[in-house]
């Protein structure tokens, strides 16, 4: 069982390129979400979709864009990425039934720098 | 000042130590509350949950939630060098809302 998927495992990219971050699970999840982590600031919810065809914005949204256009995917798009984007990326799955004990599966993330 | 605060750590510590692991909230309305190990180069993985007020255990891991001092806490006894990772408190309202984390903190255990 292959769980949460994430690629690139590693990405450098230039100020003003673009480039997609793909995530895909396989545990027919309807809550996905993509957080970044950076040292001294812990996690930090980027974007969610609670089902296919919902987005909605976490916590520092700005400079993403995601879409949820199937149950499995939940790419993270960075249209023009900027130095403060450098950062390790994690997407996260869990069923969204509402259970108050159910976990969050992370994939094993994307470390972004730009230069 | 910050919903989740956790301690910055670095902690090291002997093999067979225990260890003791610390945040402290400030949203009362948190009620569910949970310990993810993230190792390097790797997702964090939940450890323990709790819920509301009280202690849980699991093994050499136990969980403990006091409510009235907006405090949590994780204990490991007997740690072990395979307990070396970064373990970063997590909490949230309800069942379906949005999960908070603390900065996570990094233990060494020394063999």
């Known amino acids: 069982n292959a769980g949460v998927t994430q690629t690139p495992k590693f990405q450098v990219l230039k100020t003003g390129q673009s480039m997609t971050l793909q995530c895909a699970q396989d545990?027919?999840?309807?809550?996905m979400s993509w957080y970044r982590q950076d040292p001294g600031m812990g996690l930090r919810l980027i974007h969610y979709s609670v089902g296919a065809g919902i987005t909605d914005q976490g916590e520092v949204p700005n400079g993403y864009n995601v879409s949820r256009s199937t149950t499995e995917d939940f790419p993270l798009r960075l249209l023009s990425a900027a130095p403060s984007q450098t950062s390790v990326y994690f997407c996260?799955?869990?069923?969204?039934?509402?259970?108050?004990?159910?976990?969050?599966?992370f994939g094993s993330g994307t470390q972004l720098s730009v230069l | 000042q910050k919903e989740v605060e956790q301690d910055p750590g670095p902690l090291s510590v002997p093999e067979g130590a225990i260890v003791s692991l610390n945040c402290t909230y400030s949203n009362s309305a948190f009620q569910y509350f949970m310990w993810y190990r993230q190792y390097s180069r790797k997702g964090p993985e939940l450890l323990m949950y709790?819920?509301?007020?009280g202690n849980k255990e699991d093994g050499r891991f136990t969980a403990q939630v006091d409510k009235s001092s907006k405090y949590i806490s994780l204990f490991i006894r007997d740690s072990q060098p395979s307990d070396s990772a970064t373990y970063l408190c997590a909490m949230r309202p309800g069942a379906n809302s949005k999960l908070t984390f603390g900065k996570g903190i990094t233990l060494s255990v020394r063999p």
């Open positions: 545990m027919n999840h309807e809550y």
């Open positions: 709790t819920y509301s007020s």
């Open positions: 996260a799955s869990r069923t969204g039934g509402g259970q108050a004990n159910e976990k969050l599966f």
